[in-house]
């Protein structure tokens, strides 16, 4: 049985759920449950869903209801098909950036064997005994496996020094001795990628300081959702596009035009429920029914 950890998550923002400029407040109850089942199905499915003549079956639709349905999502720009799979957006994003870490990872495990192998430089694990803690937190990396890692000691004066800096600048620290070592770790992992220590101490600086720059004009309601520092630095956190730390409280705009719905100025093939209009390929049809 593998021990490789299934992702089964993911980071839900009910106030934008809800929003009533979220775009899948465009769907019917029966389009927001098939999105979700989707959404769980990519999960299990390392970000991608087979488009084929089973998937109907699985989420119990008729195949022309599944396929309105897929129209409308991709209309909305929520999910994309590609090569006979289908991807949701933030959710193949996800699973970029924990292969990205995992490689990363793998590397510099390699490297580190290599290096213990040859018996040269200072080794360090998490069963060294070491008085000098601060100055040797490469030893307490919080990794998947230990990893052996050779460097000078000025050089892990000036990794521990920059770590414990930016740890202080993450708007939300939590453990902060966890904290370090982990950055600590960020930081090996980019000067395995090919950037040089002090790039890498600076990359990770630099996220750090945009992440909490954005964070901090998040509204007040949202800033529950600001990731914790140990889970943002372990997760790859720094990885990520800044432009996802940007809450964009611009809403959709959406227009009825001569019997038609518009979104953003283009017109739109949504069917289903908005504002109290039903509509059915973009087209008004008529007032929908309350539900009480």
């Not at 980071?11 to 109850?29: E, G, M, P, R, Y």
């Not at 599944?66 to 090569?83: A, G, N, R």
């Not at 901090?216 to 596009?241: A, C, F, M, R």
């Amino acid at each position: 049985m593998s021990n490789e950890k299934t992702l089964y998550y993911f980071d839900f923002d009910a106030n934008k759920w809800l929003s009533i400029s979220s775009k899948v407040q465009l769907l019917t109850h029966e389009q927001k449950g098939i999105f979700i089942d989707l959404i769980a199905m990519c999960l299990i499915n390392n970000g991608q869903i087979k488009n084929d003549k089973l998937l109907a079956s699985k989420l119990k639709q008729t195949q022309a209801n599944l396929s309105k349905s897929l129209e409308c999502f991709q209309e909305l720009e929520i999910l994309v098909e590609k090569d006979g799979f289908l991807r949701i957006k933030f959710i193949s994003e996800k699973f970029d950036r924990i292969n990205r870490i995992k490689q990363q990872r793998i590397e510099a495990g390699r490297k580190g064997g290599k290096a213990k192998a040859g018996k040269s430089g200072t080794s360090y694990n998490k069963n060294n005994n070491n008085n000098n803690k601060k100055e040797n937190l490469l030893k307490e990396r919080d990794t998947e496996s230990t990893i052996s890692v050779n460097y000078s000691q000025e050089n892990q004066k000036i990794i521990t020094q920059a770590a414990e800096r930016i740890s202080r600048k993450h708007p939300r620290l939590k453990e902060p001795p966890k904290t370090t070592c982990l950055i600590v770790t960020a930081i090996h992992d980019e000067t395995e990628n090919g950037r040089s220590l002090e790039q890498a101490i600076e990359y990770i600086e630099n996220k750090t300081e945009q992440y909490a720059g954005a964070t901090g004009n998040w509204p007040i309601d949202q800033k529950q959702y600001i990731v914790s520092s140990t889970n943002w630095y372990k997760n790859g956190g720094y990885l990520e596009n800044p432009d996802e730390w940007i809450k964009d409280n611009r809403e959709n705009k959406y227009e009825v035009r001569d019997g038609w719905l518009w979104i953003n100025g283009r017109k739109s093939s949504f069917t289903g429920a908005y504002d109290g209009l039903s509509f059915k390929n973009g087209q008004f049809t008529g007032h929908a029914e309350a539900v009480n």
